[in-house]
């Protein structure tokens, strides 16, 4: 009996997760939220209350931006980061680094 007492807790709290999976998933991915489904005044505020902030363009794809261009520093600097959203393909969301181009003396 306490065989199947576990293996239905088991199952339940499995079918549990399934159900509840993406509301999970849209959970954990607050600290990287996901562009497209946002407009692009959203993710605007959402860098400009943070100063900085790691956005999800895709489940695999994702970058830092930042709020300002001066926040890149040393052999970085600002450069435009457009995102895609609900409402603009290339939305300006912000700043990300890209390293300097400074020809032969370039640290790569």
């Known amino acids: 009996m306490m065989r199947k007492a576990s293996a239905l807790r088991l199952a339940t709290g499995l079918m549990a997760m399934?159900?509840?999976?993406p509301v999970a998933a849209q959970t954990?991915?607050?600290d990287r939220p996901?562009?497209?489904a946002l407009s692009c005044?959203?993710?605007?505020?959402i860098v400009a209350r943070r100063g900085h902030v790691?956005?999800?363009s895709s489940p695999t794809a994702y970058e830092t931006v930042h709020y300002e261009s001066g926040a890149c520093q040393n052999e970085v600097t600002?450069?435009?980061a457009f995102e895609p959203t609900l409402d603009d393909p290339y939305c300006f969301a912000g700043y990300?680094?890209?390293q300097r181009n400074n020809g032969e003396n370039s640290v790569r």
Do not use: Q, Y
């Open 41 to 45: 005044a959203a993710v605007k505020g």
């Open 34 to 36: 996901f562009t497209p």
């Open 18 to 21: 399934a159900l509840t999976g």
């Open 96 to 98: 990300r680094c890209v």
């Open 28 to 30: 954990l991915s607050a």
């Open 78 to 80: 600002g450069a435009p």
């Open 54 to 56: 790691v956005l999800a």
